[in-house]
């Protein structure tokens, strides 16, 4: 969401001073030596890891979760009646409910499995207002209704319709949930429930006032924890939602969560429909916070402990970092330098996994709506332009790692075509609100589902294959992850679900990058099958000799 100017301030401030804590990588440490000779590995260089809820080899729907996030009204224009014609961002801000319906199919062929929207409740206008409000109002993310859609979005009759479309085509349904905040006109719930108004909390604890026009939720009243349960309860049993991305999950009590998360669980456990394989079967309930700080906060706001476990994922900011900073670069690059660093930096993304509880599901990402797009972020680090091969290549590298995670993975609705805002790459820090490019919205562009370039047909067919990897090679979203090698600009994980072995080798580097497998490392001396380009390799007396294109991921199967 659009953060309070303090607070979204204070937030940018935490993540460029404490970037080892939080945001960043290796907090500018020199970059690790390019081999020198040939590489040989002779044995992994890390241990099997399967403590984490989607690393024990074993099948698990949530884990698998590829989800496609909609800016609602910025995306797609499905129905005149239904506009904004304001907000936050460079669309022209005519998205609505029909716009995304219509887009099913394409969002559908990305090889993605669920959708989020963005707030969909409505946010009615207060006399007087001004124009900031009302651009406010178009994002959600502050609500005055939480049980009636928008009708600047569309009707309850088009959600249920796009509700029932989704699941026909196999795909999860996510609204995004605001508990801890509102508009100051908040409507009762219809039983007559009301949350109890108080102050707003940040992501390390402190408190705030709120904004004009708005509202925080005091769960010190047992009124508030009774009225978001009704919330979370109503969309699933009546629309049968398969769960909430949780805004600013920090602003509710980790206890109140665990209450939350048993809602969710017995309103699904009551609901049915008919999915794609025309079987009867209840909404997912999945709840994934949104914790925008370091792997501590979000395990102390979030995931809860082993003896007291609260939601069952979070976005991955940590790790989000570390691969924007290895194939790209992070918003603050000019200050921080931290792009293009080194291979070994994707592997502080599985490191910081040992703050979080055993069922911790991190959902990793490139891109959300409050952040800048990966191809902007390719542009600002001076590593390419999209009328140049490396740009596209970086896409296709980053994409190939989030398809080797073990764990939900999100994708930003445009990046699977590598959306940019033309123009927009240095940040603007003069009135960018005024023109839309500000950092923390600038992303929040107009979709684009048809008349694709060549290049970005390409890209999102590739996204497609690698997303389609999972369901075929449960090893990806499940499976145990051994590190096996990294360097400069190469990286290696072995990914194991029983049966299901797969190497994941990444060259981030602009050369061919080539690397010998002694056969030991897999313990087994049979053929590697490339699983995007069908190629296979024998291992020789030395092993397997493995050559890895610049920018380039590979999936071998063993």
Excluded at 106 to 113: A, F, L, P, Q, Y
Excluded at 125 to 137: K, V
Excluded at 199 to 210: D, E, K, M, Q
Aim: proline residues 5%.
């Amino acid at each position: 969401m659009l953060l309070p100017f303090k607070l979204r301030t204070g937030l940018l401030a935490a993540c460029l001073s404490f970037p080892l804590i939080s945001c960043g990588g290796g907090g500018g440490s020199d970059p690790e030596p390019t081999p020198t000779g040939p590489v040989v590995v002779s044995a992994a260089a890390g241990a099997p890891e399967s403590r984490l809820a989607c690393f024990k080899g074993v099948a698990n729907t949530e884990c698998n979760l590829r989800i496609y996030q909609v800016m609602v009204e910025a995306f797609a224009d499905g129905d005149p009646a239904a506009d904004y014609g304001t907000g936050y961002g460079t669309s022209p801000h005519k998205g609505d409910l029909a716009g995304i319906t219509n887009a099913l199919d394409d969002i559908k062929s990305t090889g993605v499995n669920a959708i989020w929207l963005t707030p969909i409740f409505e946010s009615a206008r207060i006399t007087g207002q001004d124009e900031w409000a009302s651009r406010l109002d178009a994002t959600g993310y502050f609500t005055s209704n939480f049980f009636k859609v928008d009708p600047k979005f569309g009707t309850d009759a088009q959600f249920r319709a796009l509700v029932d479309a989704a699941h026909a085509r196999g795909l999860y349904v996510f609204l995004d949930g605001v508990f801890g905040h509102y508009k100051s006109n908040l409507a009762a719930s219809p039983t007559g429930k009301l949350p109890k108004n108080g102050s707003c909390t940040n992501v390390g604890g402190g408190s705030y006032a709120p904004g004009t026009l708005q509202a925080c939720a005091d769960y010190a009243d047992p009124a508030t924890l009774a009225f978001f349960q009704e919330v979370a309860a109503h969309w699933i049993t009546t629309y049968k939602i398969d769960g909430w991305r949780l805004d600013q999950a920090y602003q509710v009590p980790v206890a109140s969560w665990a209450a939350l998360r048993q809602t969710v669980a017995t309103a699904s456990a009551a609901t049915t429909y008919t999915n794609a394989a025309n079987a009867a079967v209840n909404p997912l309930g999945h709840l994934v916070a949104e914790i925008w700080s370091g792997e501590n906060d979000i395990q102390a706001r979030g995931y809860g402990t082993n003896a007291a476990p609260a939601l069952q994922s979070s976005f991955d900011f940590p790790g989000r970092y570390r691969v924007v900073q290895t194939l790209a670069g992070e918003e603050a690059v000019a200050s921080s330098r931290k792009s293009n660093l080194p291979a070994t930096t994707l592997g502080e993304v599985y490191a910081t996994y040992a703050a979080y509880p055993d069922h911790a599901m991190p959902n990793l990402m490139l891109t959300n709506h409050d952040l800048v797009r990966f191809g902007d972020l390719i542009q600002r680090a001076g590593l390419g332009n999209p009328d140049q091969d490396g740009y596209w290549l970086r896409h296709k590298a980053a994409f190939a790692f989030l398809a080797a995670h073990s764990g939900p993975v999100t994708l930003y609705y445009g990046d699977e075509i590598g959306q940019e805002v033309p123009g927009f790459a240095a940040q603007v820090t003069n009135n960018c609100a005024v023109a839309g490019l500000c950092d923390d919205h600038v992303s929040r562009t107009a979709g684009k589902t048809t008349g694709l370039s060549a290049r970005e047909s390409d890209l999102k067919a590739h996204v497609a294959k690698l997303l389609a990897l999972r369901d075929t090679n449960p090893a990806l979203a499940v499976g145990s992850r051994t590190h096996v090698y990294s360097d400069k600009t190469l990286y290696i994980d072995r990914k194991d679900a029983g049966a299901n072995r797969v190497l994941f080798v990444l060259n981030t580097g602009t050369s061919e990058a080539s690397v010998t497998l002694k056969a030991s490392v897999i313990g087994s001396p049979g053929d590697l099958t490339d699983l995007v380009d069908g190629t296979t390799l024998t291992a020789g007396t030395d092993g397997y000799a493995i050559t890895v294109p610049a920018l380039t991921g590979r999936f071998l199967k063993f």
